[in-house]
């Protein structure tokens, strides 16, 4: 099974929680993105309906795996965010808070004008 992930840049650091999404994404490969619910309550993949979504989310991923990128973070938030809203019981807080668990990145922060993905 191939991952996920091929590089990285070599000034970003992966955090244990961003290893574990990493892995959830190896162990299933069909899933866009797996949401990690609070106990007891099992985690959830998602997938996005649209080809063209998915693609976009897929590589928009790859480049927050390898890099960190904050806008890229936050766009998959917005993202996910649509498509999360609709997991019965789901909270965004918790997406919120994953994210920033992942890649340190407030996705709530309003982004610089001038801030590009990289």
């Not at 959830?44 to 480049?63: C, K, N």
């Not at 997991?87 to 340190?104: D, V």
């Amino acid at each position: 099974m191939s991952s996920p992930v091929t590089s990285k840049a070599p000034t970003f650091r992966r955090s244990p929680a961003l290893l574990h999404q990493i892995s959830l994404l190896e162990e299933n490969s069909q899933v866009d993105y797996v949401l990690v619910q609070p106990a007891p309550s099992p985690d959830y993949g998602i997938m996005f309906e649209d080809s063209v979504g998915s693609l976009y989310f897929r590589t928009m991923r790859a480049r927050a795996f390898e890099s960190g990128d904050p806008s890229t973070v936050r766009m998959m938030y917005k993202q996910l965010r649509s498509t999360s809203m609709k997991t019965p019981g789901y909270q965004i807080s918790w997406l919120e808070k994953q994210l920033k668990a992942e890649f340190g990145v407030d996705v709530t922060e309003v982004a610089d004008e001038g801030e590009i993905p990289t």
